[in-house]
């Protein structure tokens, strides 16, 4: 009888993916959001096997209950914690439930799940996949120079070139995981992760992704990056 190798074996299974995407107050977007995934997955779940997980932030309307009836997971905190923690939350739960690659993408509509067949490409070699806005000039011009600014700073101080800091969409194996986990609880986990990238000298990639807007009033702002930055200044030399 012919065996199996342990490298021929290896090739057979399939790696299985989790989605992870944080959530809080979002019932007005997460249908379409959840929508537009399950579709993508029906096409490309042959070649890989993928869980889809929300983290619903404490929400006070109906996003959770959306998502159970598209027979997704969901984890809920009973409060707002922050986008930080709810993140945390989620992957720490792929990780454990022996994720092999994690994906992480907003629930908002901002983020097209459409190109996550993109960023697993990516991967191919890589720690880590980072989405950056392609499309700059429908960007507000405050959240425009405000990613300048951290985008900027990050390179000085972390050596980590990333066009789009504040993009959430991102792809990393999960044995990475433990080395870029976050401990901020808010959007400054963005730049925390890529601080840690830089740290242990990560291998990473980029792709272009879509700039869509749903709500104006959403991103990062002068204020908001004078913000970070001065974390990541308390990060960089309290390490």
């Given at each position: 009888?012919?065996?199996?190798?342990?490298?021929?074996?290896?090739?057979?299974?399939?790696?299985?993916?989790?989605?992870?995407?944080?959530?809080?107050?979002?019932?007005?977007?997460?249908?379409?959001?959840?929508?537009?995934?399950?579709?993508?997955?029906?096409?490309?779940?042959?070649?890989?096997?993928?869980?889809?997980?929300?983290?619903?932030?404490?929400?006070?309307?109906?996003?959770?209950?959306?998502?159970?009836?598209?027979?997704?997971?969901?984890?809920?905190?009973?409060?707002?914690?922050?986008?930080?923690?709810?993140?945390?939350?989620?992957?720490?739960?792929?990780?454990?439930?022996?994720?092999?690659?994690?994906?992480?993408?907003?629930?908002d509509g901002q983020h097209?799940?459409?190109?996550?067949?993109?960023?697993?490409?990516?991967?191919?070699?890589?720690?880590?996949?980072?989405?950056?806005?392609?499309?700059?000039?429908?960007?507000?011009?405050?959240?425009?120079?405000?990613?300048?600014?951290?985008?900027?700073?990050?390179?000085?101080?972390?050596?980590?070139?990333?066009?789009?800091?504040?993009?959430?969409?991102?792809?990393?194996?999960?044995?990475?995981?433990?080395?870029?986990?976050?401990e901020a609880t808010d959007?400054?986990?963005?730049?925390?992760?890529?601080?840690?990238?830089?740290?242990?000298?990560?291998?990473?990639?980029?792709?272009?992704?879509?700039?869509?807007?749903?709500?104006?009033?959403?991103?990062?702002?002068?204020?908001?990056?004078?913000?970070?930055?001065?974390?990541?200044?308390?990060?960089?030399?309290?390490?």
């Amino acid at each position: 009888m012919n065996s199996v190798s342990p490298i021929s074996l290896k090739k057979m299974v399939k790696s299985t993916v989790w989605i992870v995407i944080p959530a809080y107050n979002e019932a007005k977007n997460i249908g379409n959001v959840l929508d537009t995934l399950q579709g993508m997955l029906r096409s490309e779940g042959k070649r890989r096997e993928f869980k889809v997980l929300v983290v619903d932030d404490g929400s006070r309307d109906a996003t959770s209950d959306i998502c159970k009836a598209r027979g997704v997971k969901v984890l809920r905190h009973a409060l707002n914690l922050g986008k930080g923690s709810a993140l945390r939350s989620g992957c720490d739960y792929a990780a454990q439930m022996g994720a092999d690659i994690i994906v992480v993408m907003d629930a908002d509509g901002q983020h097209d799940p459409t190109k996550i067949p993109t960023f697993l490409s990516a991967l191919a070699g890589k720690d880590i996949v980072f989405g950056y806005r392609s499309y700059w000039g429908r960007m507000p011009f405050v959240l425009r120079f405000g990613n300048w600014f951290i985008n900027n700073s990050v390179a000085i101080l972390f050596g980590a070139r990333i066009r789009d800091t504040q993009s959430g969409f991102r792809a990393f194996r999960s044995d990475v995981y433990a080395k870029i986990r976050w401990e901020a609880t808010d959007y400054f986990m963005e730049s925390e992760m890529i601080a840690h990238v830089g740290k242990h000298k990560l291998r990473f990639a980029q792709i272009p992704i879509p700039t869509i807007y749903t709500d104006k009033y959403k991103g990062t702002t002068v204020f908001d990056g004078i913000k970070i930055v001065g974390k990541m200044l308390v990060h960089r030399f309290a390490a």
